[in-house]
Every structure is written in C-alpha cells, then in structure tokens.
C-alpha cells in the first residue's frame, strides 16, 4: 500500500461491501479512500493492505466523475442504495406510483405532445420560413405553461422577454436551431445561451426547458438549487456555474444517465429522465 498514489483504484479485501475505491491523499501513516459503497474512509496503512484493481474493474462511473477531495470533506454522501430507499419511503410502488404520476409525469408527459404537434421540426420549420417568429414564442409559452417546472417569477421573466418582435425572432431561431440544429449539441448548447443571454433570461431553467420537454428520453432539466444538492450528495463533480455552459450541462448529463443506469440495475426500470428527475427530488 505504500507505493499507492492520489488517483489509484482499489479494493479493500475485508470489506467487500465498499466497493470499488478510489484513492484520495496519501499520508505517511494514512491512506484516505472514497469508496463507492460507503464513501470517504480515511485507513492506518499499518493494519490494511488494500488491492489495486485494473483494466475493466477499475473502472466505475461514479469515480471517474468523483468531486474534488477537498469538497468530498464537508458532503454527506448519499449511496444509490440509500436514494432509492429514499424515493420507495415516498412513493413505495416506484415509478408506478399514481401520486408520482399526478404529480410530476402527467403534466410534462402533456407538455411534450404539444410540443411535438407545435413545436416538431416540420412545425417550427415551416413557422420561421414564413418569419412567424410570435406564434413560435407563443406556441412555446403554452408549452411551458402546462408544467410547473417555472416559477412564477421565472414564466413572468420569460414571458417578457418575448414581448417585442426582435426578441421572438432572436428565441425563435436560436430554440430551432437548438432542439433540431445538425451541428454537435455542445455549439447547439452555447449558441442557445448565448440568445437567452441577449434576451436578458440566460439562466439554467430557460436553457434546459425546452429540450427536456421535447426530447424527456435523454435531456436534463436543471434548476440550480436542486441540481447542487443532488450532485454533492452523490459526490459528483458537475463544475457548477450560475450561467449556463456546456461543461456543467454535460456533467448533469452524465450524473443522470449514471443515475438512470443505477436504478435500472437495482431493478426500478426508470421511463426516462422525468422519471429520474423525479427520483433526484426525493434524494434532496
């Protein structure tokens, strides 16, 4: 254990039950270690000879993505086992449960028919060749407003936004460009946030809205309070700013498919990301 370095992946041989490790800092007498099935265990190199995994069983998406040491200190890490404890304590028949369906699926399930049969690609083609800027916005702001996934202040502020005819063309093409654009979704992103920002609302709920509305199978919505809290509580690095940017945007990416692949593993078969927005709600 003493050639063992920052960064190394491990196993702790009598406690199975942790999981894979990886290495954090390396003292003279110490060694500290996240490990994925219990987290951070800080171990005297005195009594522990720990194995080094390689190649395939090295590998573990929650480690490859793991915060910084220093932000590990101060979270409470959350297993997947015990977020999904969590979520069956509130809806115990999972992603079944009417309660959860009432609450949070029906009313985005909504939303993205409407958005397909107003906002499809076809639809919105056919609305900016004919410079029909206004019934985009206006078909967008109907969209939302079968959600509550704004606020109040937040549908008021966008709302105003698409007031003047230069505004609704400036959201019109940059959300077409952004839902059903050719270039990679990285430049889509930017661009996107880029128009929100000189519409004055470049903030992460207006850049993530639509796309999760139209595309729930594999788009995240982000609002920053919640996606902070999930993400420090699963230890995952998502490099958060207040405005949005592509490399926390892929990072929630990432933490959600990982989430999914969690929950299907444990048997909860999620439907898509509403399903694991959901479950990240009931872990804050």
């Not at 954090?24 to 171990?43: C, E, N, Q, W, Y």
């Not at 999930?230 to 958060?240: D, E, G, P, Q, S």
Request: aromatic content about 10%; proline content about 4%; glycine content about 4%.
């Amino acid at each position: 254990m003493s050639n063992l370095t920052p960064g190394d992946r491990v196993f702790h041989p009598k406690q199975q039950a942790w999981g894979l490790g990886k290495v954090l800092t390396v003292s003279a007498d110490s060694i500290d270690v996240f490990f994925v099935g219990s987290g951070a265990k800080r171990l005297a190199k005195s009594f522990v000879q720990l194995e080094v995994a390689e190649g395939a069983m090295a590998k573990h998406r929650l480690l490859d993505n793991l915060m910084d040491a220093t932000q590990i200190a101060s979270a409470d890490y959350v297993t997947p086992a015990m977020a999904i404890e969590r979520f069956l304590a509130v809806h115990p028949d999972g992603f079944a449960a009417p309660r959860l369906a009432k609450e949070v699926r029906e009313a985005i399930m909504l939303a993205n028919q409407f958005a397909i049969q107003l906002l499809g690609q076809t639809e919105i083609s056919e609305l900016i060749a004919e410079r029909r800027y206004q019934d985009v916005c206006d078909r967008a702001r109907h969209v939302e407003s079968l959600t509550t996934l704004l606020t109040k202040t937040e549908k008021t502020a966008l709302y105003a936004a698409l007031e003047q005819p230069l505004q609704q063309k400036t959201f019109a093409l940059a959300l077409a460009e952004f839902l059903y654009g050719t270039e990679a979704e990285e430049i889509r992103f930017k661009e996107f946030a880029r128009s929100l920002d000189l519409l004055g609302i470049n903030r992460w709920p207006y850049a993530t809205l639509f796309s999760f509305i139209r595309f729930p199978e594999d788009k995240a919505f982000i609002k920053p309070v919640l996606i902070q809290k999930v993400a420090k509580a699963f230890c995952w690095r998502i490099l958060y700013k207040p405005e949005p940017n592509w490399r926390t945007y892929a990072a929630v990416l990432r933490l959600s498919s990982h989430l999914r692949a969690s929950l299907t593993e444990a048997g909860m078969a999620p439907r898509d990301m509403i399903d694991v927005h959901a479950f990240m709600a009931s872990v804050s």
